[in-house]
């Protein structure tokens, strides 16, 4: 969809961030992502993923 929208001059920065962040999200240890996971969990109730 991303491709498609360069393609057609098209902006569609929200698809386009969360195909960014998806492709981020395959580093396992990106500290940042840790914390943003352990805050959710902290206000929101979230479960954290443990190994």
Known sequence: ???EAIEQNVAIPVITMSL???IKSRDADAFADKMLAIM???FGGHDL???
């Open 40 to 42: 959710r969990n902290k």
């Open 49 to 51: 993923k443990t190994e």
């Open 20 to 22: 960014l962040e998806r």
């Open 1 to 3: 969809m991303v491709a």
